[in-house]
């Protein structure tokens, strides 16, 4: 079974920037999307950024421009570089990794992190 534990979050002034891991356990053969959402103070959860391998990345329009992610299979992990961070880029940030299947993707998802910016 695969665990994710993300890392990385705290609190941030305006203009800053932080990145986020994601380091998953067990085996992610076959796991062909990763990515990135968050929930806002308040909101649902929404997605930031999604690799979905052979085929494309995506990003929020948000995000785009600011924040990067990125992979490395050797170490079994994921990233997300956010630079230029805003206080509306204040969530708890969220991994995931899905495995699409007859009738749709299953995802699994890490705990959390809490990304804060502030003055």
């Known amino acids: 079974q695969v665990h994710l534990v993300e890392s990385g979050g705290g609190l941030v002034h305006p203009g800053g920037s932080l990145r986020l891991s994601c380091a998953a356990s067990?085996?992610?053969?076959?796991?062909?999307?990763m990515g990135w959402y968050r929930r806002p103070p308040g909101k649902q959860r929404e997605l930031v950024a999604l690799l979905t391998t052979g085929i494309s990345t995506n990003y929020a329009n948000s995000v785009k421009g600011r924040f990067t992610i990125s992979r490395d299979d050797a170490k079994n992990s994921l990233y997300l570089q956010m630079n230029s961070l805003k206080p509306e880029d204040t969530a708890v940030y969220y991994c995931?990794?899905?495995?699409?299947?007859?009738?749709?993707?299953?995802?699994?998802w890490g705990q959390g992190t809490q990304v804060t910016v502030s003055s």
């Open positions: 995931t990794v899905g495995k699409t299947v007859a009738g749709g993707t299953n995802y699994l």
């Open positions: 067990g085996s992610t053969v076959g796991f062909n999307v």
